[in-house]
């Protein structure tokens, strides 16, 4: 069986593997969205949840149509990757919304690919590659839980605060 078939592709069992789908890509990015919501990221549990469950959505729904169109026009072409591309498009702008740009610093770096792997583990379970997702889950989980190790632990210099000397002189004298 290739992955992206159902196992029942028919019936109440059909509906039980769509939901297992949806299930799975819900539980392995909630995985990596509790890490962000106990570091208080900017995007939690309920983000990656969600990124994740529109992925998986998507993409099944794409094996859906392709499979709809083959069976009522066999000699049509299309193309179930241009839907699966637009997933990652949507999923990179909304990653991006979360990256914050400061004079000396960027901040949400990793919260934007995190909710990046979110998507893409939704379009791997959404396609059935459920043992890959399950890794790339647990992968993902171990880089944002432990290697901070790498992370430099200096804090940024804090501002300076300038007085002007000659402000202060006129108030005192």
């Not at 839907?83 to 990653?95: C, D, R």
Request: include cysteine; glycine fraction near 10%.
């Amino acid at each position: 069986m290739d992955s992206l078939e159902l196992s029942f592709p028919t019936g109440f069992l059909a509906s039980l593997e769509i939901g297992g789908r949806l299930l799975l890509a819900i539980a392995l990015a909630g995985l990596l969205g509790w890490d962000r919501e106990e570091k208080d990221r900017p995007a939690g549990l309920r983000t990656y949840m969600l990124v994740a469950l529109a992925s998986a959505l998507f993409t099944i729904i794409t094996f859906e149509i392709y499979e709809t169109l083959h069976i009522t026009n066999p000699s049509g072409s299309s193309d179930p990757i241009r839907i699966i591309e637009a997933v990652t498009a949507g999923v990179a702008f909304l990653a991006a919304g979360t990256i914050i740009q400061g004079r000396t610093s960027v901040r949400g770096l990793t919260t934007g690919a995190g909710m990046w792997m979110a998507g893409a583990l939704g379009v791997a379970v959404g396609a059935g590659h459920y043992l890959l997702a399950i890794f790339a889950a647990g992968l993902a989980f171990c880089i944002l839980r432990f290697v901070n190790f790498a992370a430099p632990n200096d804090k940024p210099p804090a501002s300076t605060l300038l007085i002007d000397e000659s402000e202060e002189d006129q108030r005192s004298g």
